[in-house]
């Protein structure tokens, strides 16, 4: 895709420069029906066919992260403005509920079910996946994988209000046993509020 995209650049950027260059005695021996039917109907048609057909072939790939492992399912609550990871329940132990932090371990497929409380609003961690619009009334579902540990950043892509622009999800990715622990131990953690264990993720982004 890297090399169509130069490709055309640089037959673009030749054509204008010829153009503009060009000896003004010497005329253009393709004439404008051509040029116009060429370059302005048949060559987008061919190119834009190109990549649509490239970008349907891609699109399971994109969507369901490869490999066979069954996913990790989570529950992602938005609002106005913030994102709220609920973590499942076991049966021991108490609910884990994070805010603006989507903690995940590495190398496994996690599959989010994404619901608004209110308006439209739309998950996006370009690192990992595509943008996946949330929208009251319906649940929308994204599955994602980071590859390797670390720490990526998500954004509302969504225009959902005033606060809109501060809609970030801080993604940290672990290794699986460093996962299994923080779940552990977050999970066993007393609440000195409600039953519930919140984190809320250092906003260094503000
Ligand atoms: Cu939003």
């Known amino acids: 895709m890297l090399a169509g995209a130069i490709l055309i650049l640089v037959l673009v950027t030749a054509m204008a420069l010829y153009a503009v260059y060009r000896d003004p005695q010497r005329r253009a021996t393709v004439s404008p029906k051509v ?16 990549l649509l057909v490239y970008g349907l072939a891609l ?5 369901a992260p490869h490999g066979t492992e069954s996913p990790m399912e989570l529950r992602v609550v938005a609002r106005q403005w913030s994102w709220q990871v609920h973590y499942p329940e076991k049966t021991s132990g108490r609910p884990v509920v994070l ?8 190398g496994r497929p996690v599959r989010l079910n994404l619901v608004s409380e209110d308006v439209i609003h ?14 009251p009334g319906h649940r929308r579902q994204i599955t994602i994988q980071a590859d390797l540990p670390g ?5 509302c892509a969504e225009f959902c209000g005033r606060n809109h622009a501060r809609m970030s999800l801080l ?24 039953d519930t264990t919140r984190a809320t993720s250092p906003r260094t982004d503000r």
């Open 35 to 50: 040029l116009l039917l060429g370059g302005g109907l048949v060559f987008p048609v061919v190119v834009l066919t190109a």
């Open 59 to 63: 699109m399971g790939e994109l969507r």
């Open 99 to 106: 805010e603006n932090e989507l903690r995940i371990p590495a």
């Open 122 to 135: 739309s998950f996006w961690v370009p690192s990992l996946a595509g943008k996946m619009d949330v929208i």
């Open 151 to 155: 720490r990526l950043r998500g954004q």
């Open 171 to 194: 993604v940290v990715a672990e290794s699986a046993e460093d996962f299994d622990a923080w779940l552990a131990s977050a999970s066993a953690t007393p609440s000195a509020h409600d």
